[in-house]
């Protein structure tokens, strides 16, 4: 069996796009995005899921081959957004009858994104239903907001495979050699990451099962490399928006630079005074999502901006709307600001922060005047060490 084959009688039958430039048309994929798809072999065959429109005929071809003479008795809609229900209509076509098993939420919902009334195929199933293809079962466990509120998973109790939608996901296709970690949580919180507490919901269901493989829509079967234990505790660790690395982000934006050179002084400063970790990040510059990641991931925050117009930079204000928008909370942060006559960024970025949840800002602040001067390092030292200090 190939790495991305589940078992004998679960066959992988999804497809990596080597060609997509954006997800959902604003997530960068440097390493393309696979979109991936199951077939049960019984008495009774399932599908689960189908893919992207744009590589339906590849997807078909993967089916016809695991197929082989038979044909396919159900299609498991576990989640109706067009990266997994956008070939439905042409397997439906090739196959007309087949049941669809999907949730009620979905089930009305349905119809939104085919051109057809299937209505009459659809078999609309609640928590803890089940459906057995023979030797195997599968239960069905509502996860609503895990990241649409249609969504279901699917235990698959002989094997132990716990099909979870879009849970355990991340970007880049099948046969890219990388760390798991980083871009499944570069998806987790900027797609999933502001609906935890039903992640957190899923997460508590998911411990009263007995898993040994988790098949997402995106991303390798686990476990890749790592125990299974590995890839839940990061979950956990997200959806509760705990931090889970002591270290400082230091976030700017710089217009002629003079800002970005007093965020990198900071950094210097902060290394000194003894943080284990700084990672510096130019918002108008890097990739928006990986600066999102970066900003859950560190349990302190640097917030450091030039004023513009009477308010913040662009890229700032989007940052902070992003980070609001996902739930963002439970960080330390320190605010610097730079403002050549009227400087106001720094009290807009502390509005902001102080409307998101449990969140500390440092007393001291810096405000640059331009050109960071000699006269600033002592203030941020003063920063630094409040910063530091637990």
């Known amino acids: 069996m190939s ?3 589940v078992s004998e009688t679960i066959r992988y039958i999804g497809v990596n796009d080597y060609d997509l430039d954006l997800f959902e048309s ?26 992207d429109a744009r590589k339906t005929d590849e997807w078909l071809g993967n089916l016809e081959t695991e197929l082989g003479e038979r044909k396919p008795d159900y299609l498991i809609v576990q989640h109706l957004e067009p990266d997994h229900s956008g070939s439905i209509e042409a397997v439906l076509e090739k196959y007309p009858d087949l049941t669809i098993v999907t949730s009620t939420k979905s089930a009305g919902m349905f119809g939104q994104f085919t051109d057809k009334d299937y209505s009459e195929k659809i078999q609309s199933v609640g928590e803890g239903d089940t459906l057995s293809l023979g030797s195997h079962t599968l239960n069905f466990v509502m996860a609503p907001m895990v990241h649409w509120p249609e969504v279901m998973v699917t235990y698959e109790s ?14 880049g296709t099948l046969d890219t050699d990388e760390d798991w970690a980083c871009e499944a949580r570069r998806y987790y919180f900027n ?10 919901a899923l997460l508590k269901k998911a411990a009263g099962l007995e898993i040994e493989k988790i098949c997402a829509l995106h991303g390798p ?28 982000f230091i976030a700017y934006t710089s217009i002629h630079g003079n800002t970005g050179k007093a965020a990198e002084k900071l950094g210097e400063i902060l290394t000194e005074k003894g943080a284990k970790k700084v990672v510096i990040s130019d918002l108008a510059r890097e990739d928006i999502a990986e600066a999102v990641e970066d900003a859950f991931r560190y349990d302190k925050i640097v917030l450091a901006s030039a004023t513009y117009d009477g308010g913040l930079f662009p ?15 439970n960080k330390k942060v320190a605010i610097m600001d730079n403002g050549s006559w009227a400087p106001v960024a ?10 998101m949840k449990d969140m500390t800002i440092c007393d001291a602040t810096v405000s640059i005047k331009s050109k960071m001067k000699p006269t600033d390092i002592p203030l941020m030292e003063a920063l630094a060490e409040e910063l530091l200090n637990k």
């Open 3 to 5: 790495k991305n084959t």
């Open 26 to 51: 604003q997530y960068i994929v440097p390493n393309g995005m696979a979109y991936n798809s199951y077939l049960i072999l019984d008495e009774k065959v399932a599908i689960m899921d189908t893919v």
């Open 158 to 171: 002989s094997e132990k495979i716990l099909f979870s939608a879009d849970a355990f996901g991340k970007f």
């Open 191 to 200: 797609i999933v990451g502001k609906y935890g507490a039903q992640a957190q």
């Open 221 to 248: 079967i686990l476990p890749d490399q790592e125990d299974l234990s590995y890839y839940i505790n990061k979950y956990q660790i997200w959806s509760a928006y705990e931090p889970e690395d002591d270290g400082v």
């Open 315 to 329: 890229t700032m204000e989007n940052f902070l709307y992003r980070l609001g928008h996902k739930g963002f909370r």
């Open 346 to 355: 720094g009290k807009k970025m502390r509005e902001i922060i102080e409307g």
